[in-house]
């Protein structure tokens, strides 16, 4: 990569901050973007600024909201005593396409990534119990991807959960999702299928 300017270089190390973006990818992106004319870079950054701005985690669920509160959470309408543990903002708006399941949902602060670093400390299992405990909640749903992560992490929250709340049903998405596929890239028939079909665990 030596045979790109630096300035190039700096666009390129930028992007392969986020996370699904390799080196290849940064490059395309990278071109891509110093082929745009002025006006359409400044409006691309000011668009990034303002939503980076004006987007908030919900204080309950942790999804992005524009407010204190997301849209999800604050529906009355919205079974309280279901909760869906999901792994991030994607595994809520793929479950929603699905529209079968009309429980809350908690996005955990991470799984367990030994190689990374984060352990079942980075999970946030604490926010969990509170969740449960102030929503009165009878069914936990655990719907993290099914690779090694997502397993090793869903076996602690069930056995954290069952420590504070014994008789609590604790139920995981049926084995519709091939092993180590993303929730997100799921098609909503499988999806549906793995949500109406979800075992207790």
């Not at 367990?112 to 969740?131: A, N, Q, S």
Request: glycine share 6%; proline share 3%; hydrophobic share 35%.
């Amino acid at each position: 990569m030596s045979e790109y300017p630096s300035s190039v270089l700096k666009i390129i190390k930028a992007l392969q901050k986020i996370s699904e973006i390799g080196p290849k990818m940064a490059q395309r992106i990278s071109f891509e973007i110093l082929n745009w004319k002025k006006e359409e870079f400044e409006k691309f950054i000011s668009d990034i600024v303002e939503g980076y701005k004006n987007t908030k985690k919900c204080k309950i669920c942790n999804n992005f909201s524009e407010k204190e509160i997301c849209s999800i959470c604050e529906d009355s309408s919205r079974e309280k005593e279901k909760l869906c543990i999901v792994e991030d903002v994607q595994g809520i708006k793929s479950i929603e396409k699905t529209k079968v399941f009309r429980g809350r949902y908690h996005i955990i602060d991470s799984v367990i990534k030994p190689l990374e670093g984060k352990g079942v400390t980075h999970i946030g299992i604490e926010k969990v119990i509170e969740r449960i405990k102030n929503d009165g909640v009878k069914e936990v749903i655990i719907a993290l991807s099914p690779r090694s992560e997502g397993e090793i992490t869903s076996i602690y929250i069930k056995d954290e959960i069952k420590k504070v709340f014994p008789e609590i049903k604790i139920t995981k998405l049926a084995r519709g999702i091939p092993l180590g596929t993303e929730i997100e890239y799921a098609d909503e028939l499988t999806l549906k299928e793995a949500i109406e079909g979800r075992k207790e665990i």
